[in-house]
Nanobody, 122 residues
Framework: QMRLVESGGGSVQAGGSLRLSCAISGKTTTTYYRMAWFRQAPGEEREGVAGIDDFGRINYRDSVKERFTISKDKNTLYLQMNSLKPEDTAMYYC?????????????????WGQGTQVTVSS
């Protein structure tokens, strides 16, 4: 059973930076995985922020390009967030799923963390 635990959220002023981490356990070595960060603001749908697959291919939503950077090592997924804006305020979730391509579609992901809150004040 896979387990994902996020950390690194917090409150910052606009223009600040945060680095989110997601510790992943329970992966097998015989399957390809995609991993991603999603976010959900109150009253909004969950949206994909950045995704990465086992071949290192990366995908970002347009609004975070050149501000956010996704990366991973063997068992941890990261999201470096720079130049944060108030509209980045949301609960951030990491997720992993079987397969290739750095999809940003929630249905493509099988396992989810509990989330970490990011609040950006103006």
């Amino acid at each position: 059973q896979m387990r994902l635990v996020e950390s690194g959220g917090g409150s910052v002023q606009a223009g600040g930076s945060l680095r989110l981490s997601c510790a992943i356990s329970g992966k097998t070595t015989t399957t390809y995985y995609r991993m991603a960060w999603f976010r959900q603001a109150p009253g909004e749908e969950r949206e994909g922020v950045a995704g990465i697959d086992d071949f290192g291919r990366i995908n970002y939503r347009d609004s975070v390009k050149e501000r956010f950077t996704i990366s991973k090592d063997k068992n941890t997924l990261y999201l470096q967030m720079n130049s944060l804006k108030p509209e980045d305020t949301a609960m951030y979730y990491c997720a992993t799923g079987y397969g290739l391509s750095p999809s940003l579609r929630p249905p493509d992901y099988n396992y989810w963390g509990q989330g970490t809150q990011v609040t950006v004040s103006s």
